[in-house]
Nanobody
Framework: QAHLVESGGGLVQAGGSLRLSCAAS????????MGWFRQAPGKEREFVAA???????YYADSVKGRFTISRDNAKNTVYLQMDSLKPEDTAVYYC???????????????WGQGTQVTVSS
């Protein structure tokens, strides 16, 4: 498994922006797919976005047009640019990595520790 470390969470007002980063180390050669999930209190962890080695991307419908995922393969880092944030985006955001390009938790091999994103109304 790879070791994933997130950064960039915080508190922002509705309509604002945040950029999350996730740096991978260790078995990075196994990370064909990298992406993000989120989990709000009392809810299940849900898919947000993922990007493949060739930069093919997938997004949850709830974030399409507002969030942009990208990756720097040379730096083993994935980014999530979050614009037009809404209070319902409030959650702990988890970085994820896998040998495949995933859209569900069952496809994930490695997880980060999570970073809190809070959007105030």
């Amino acid at each position: 498994q790879a070791h994933l470390v997130e950064s960039g969470g915080g508190l922002v007002q509705a309509g604002g922006s945040l950029r999350l980063s996730c740096a991978a180390s260790g078995r990075t050669f196994s990370l064909y797919g990298m992406g993000w999930f989120r989990q709000a209190p009392g809810k299940e962890r849900e898919f947000v976005a993922a990007v493949g080695w060739s930069r093919d991307t997938y997004y949850a419908d709830s974030v399409k047009g507002r969030f942009t995922i990208s990756r720097d393969n040379a730096k083993n880092t994935v980014y999530l640019q979050m614009d037009s944030l809404k209070p319902e985006d409030t959650a702990v955001y988890y970085c994820a990595g896998s040998r495949i390009l995933f859209t569900t938790v069952t496809g994930v091999d490695s997880w980060g520790q999570g970073t809190q994103v809070t959007v105030s109304s």
